[in-house]
């Protein structure tokens, strides 16, 4: 049965389109959706009003740069922002960034966006941004962002709440080492973290410290790897693959089938194992074949 339509917008919805006007843009139109059937507004917003989320990832000056070069050759602009206004005055895009910065260049009075009334879209950043597909260290700083963001605005809820918007659990413990170190190679634990870490119950300010506790381990398995990998790279072992060679002999998830053990007590058996392992053992040989058959399993995936 189809829902009842109203052709008016709610006085809410009335008022950010008037609020446009006022900061100096123009509103084009209000309308209904056609997936929800939501209110939203179609607008010119002042370009200098608008600004990136501070929780999205960072700006890649080589997409920016692509993106100016085609809307500076098609000569025009066709793919508008999302926006939300979290006060008058200011407009945040979750997802255009890049677009944002081409129209900054260009030196646009008006940025054309759907402004969305709901301010908590603004958390959505993973599910909209899809103008340029996020690697390991770009989901991890959004989310870190994100959760850092929430725990501040609404501290009575935690990470259950928002399991959606974080989209998976480990992205937030690798996103407050990220926060650190920039180069931090977290693909390696990836596969892990995917098995033993789990979004935590309890409000934000209880489980952030947890967060951080489970970030330092992660760091500490990292510091016991760079140890073999340097005595094995001394021996003459220099194949790019051998951290994930050791690393792929020391996980404790192999013969974990059924049973997976808890975060905590998965990498104090990684740490015990990589401290333990025997670098006179292996062969260069070993840690090519692997490396083929890593790549190979990856390409038939």
């Given at each position: 049965?189809?829902?009842?339509?109203?052709?008016?917008?709610?006085?809410?919805?009335?008022?950010?389109?008037?609020?446009?006007?006022?900061?100096?843009?123009?509103?084009?139109?209000?309308?209904?959706?056609?997936?929800?059937?939501?209110?939203?507004?179609?607008?010119?917003?002042?370009?200098?009003?608008?600004?990136?989320?501070?929780?999205?990832?960072?700006?890649?000056?080589?997409?920016?740069?692509?993106?100016?070069?085609?809307?500076?050759?098609?000569?025009?602009?066709?793919?508008?922002?999302?926006?939300?206004?979290?006060?008058?005055?200011?407009?945040?895009?979750?997802?255009?960034?890049?677009?944002?910065?081409?129209?900054?260049k260009l030196k646009t009075e008006t940025a054309p966006a759907i402004l969305i009334?709901?301010?908590?879209?603004?958390?959505?950043?993973?599910a909209l941004n899809t103008e340029k597909a996020h690697n390991l260290k770009e989901k991890s700083l959004e989310v870190i962002r994100m959760y850092r963001g929430l725990a501040e605005q609404q501290p009575r809820k935690g990470e259950e709440d928002f399991t959606f918007q974080f989209e998976a659990p480990h992205f937030i413990t690798l996103g407050v080492i990220y926060e650190e170190n920039r180069r931090f190679a977290g693909g390696a634990f990836a596969p892990i973290l995917k098995r033993v870490d789990k979004f935590l119950s309890g409000a934000f300010g209880k489980t952030l410290p947890v967060r951080e506790e489970r970030a330092g381990q992660v760091k500490a398995a990292d510091e016991a790897l760079g140890k073999v990998v340097a005595a094995l790279r001394k021996r003459g072992l220099n194949h790019p693959y051998v951290k994930n060679y050791v690393l792929a002999r020391t996980t404790p998830l192999n013969r974990q089938r059924k049973t997976v053990p808890s975060f905590d007590q998965a990498f104090a058996k990684l740490i015990e194992n990589v401290e333990a392992f025997d670098i006179t053992a292996v062969k260069y040989d070993e840690i090519r074949r692997a490396a083929n058959f890593a790549a190979a399993a990856a390409t038939s995936e």
């Open positions: 049965m189809a829902r009842e339509r109203s052709a008016d917008p709610p006085a809410a919805v009335a008022a950010l389109a008037r609020q446009v006007e006022e900061d100096g843009g123009q509103t084009l139109a209000v309308y209904r959706e056609p997936v929800g059937d939501h209110w939203q507004i179609f607008c010119l917003l002042p370009r200098e009003k608008v600004e990136p989320t501070p929780y999205q990832r960072d700006l890649s000056p080589t997409h920016a740069k692509r993106l100016l070069e085609v809307v500076k050759k098609i000569d025009r602009f066709v793919d508008p922002i999302v926006a939300v206004s979290p006060r008058p005055g200011l407009y945040w895009t979750p997802n255009g960034h890049h677009r944002l910065t081409a129209l900054a009334p709901d301010p908590d879209v603004a958390f959505q950043i993973l």
